[in-house]
């Protein structure tokens, strides 16, 4: 059965400064269209995770919140795991392996570099670095998500929010 992952970089957030930690940073108002951008795609491309794992970190989730708002989700079905956070691009991989079988996509928030990282550990591919509010569509042909590891996957689709903007 073909499973189907996408990767998605948390939107444009507040810069860090001294009084905010970074987990807390939270999007500003050009992150919060861009989420909205890419949920109202993904929406209308027919494009429908069957579970949402996110980073906690508030910039993350927020994306993760809306995007799955935006595809008609309950944002109590997402699904946090800490180790994304800042557990380099093994705990996204931790992360996949460990979805239930009966899940044939999942939909992952998280942060750069490691995303970016994970993508291409994953294809082979060159994305240089995954636009803040980006996505990376990942297909595995007859793989089980415990058995995805590196090169396993077909990066299918790489999308910006700057390219769903222009479209529409």
């Known amino acids: 059965m073909k499973k189907t992952l996408v ?6 957030a507040e810069d860090q400064n001294f009084r905010t930690k970074d ?3 939270n999007l500003n ?6 989420a909205e951008a890419m949920g109202k795609w993904l ?5 429908r995770p069957d579970v949402f794992v996110t980073s906690p970190a508030s910039r993350a989730y927020k994306t993760a919140e809306i995007i799955a708002g935006e595809l008609g989700v309950n944002a109590s079905s997402l699904i946090t795991n800490a180790e994304i956070y800042d557990g380099g ?12 079988e009966n899940f044939s996509m999942l ?5 750069n570099p490691d995303i970016t990282y994970f993508a291409e550990y994953l294809t082979g591919s060159n994305l240089g670095s995954m636009k803040k509010g980006s996505m ?12 995805i590891s590196a090169k396993t996957g077909n990066l299918n689709l790489y999308k910006t929010p700057r390219e769903v903007r222009e479209a529409e």
């Open 136 to 147: 990376a569509m990942i297909d595995f042909e007859g793989l089980n998500w415990a058995e």
């Open 7 to 12: 990767l998605v970089r948390h939107a444009t």
């Open 29 to 34: 108002s050009k992150g919060l269209a861009e």
């Open 23 to 25: 987990f807390d940073r």
């Open 43 to 47: 929406a209308g491309s027919g494009i």
């Open 107 to 111: 939909m992952l928030f998280g942060h």
């Open 89 to 100: 691009p093994q705990s996204y991989l931790n992360a996949v392996n460990a979805v239930p």
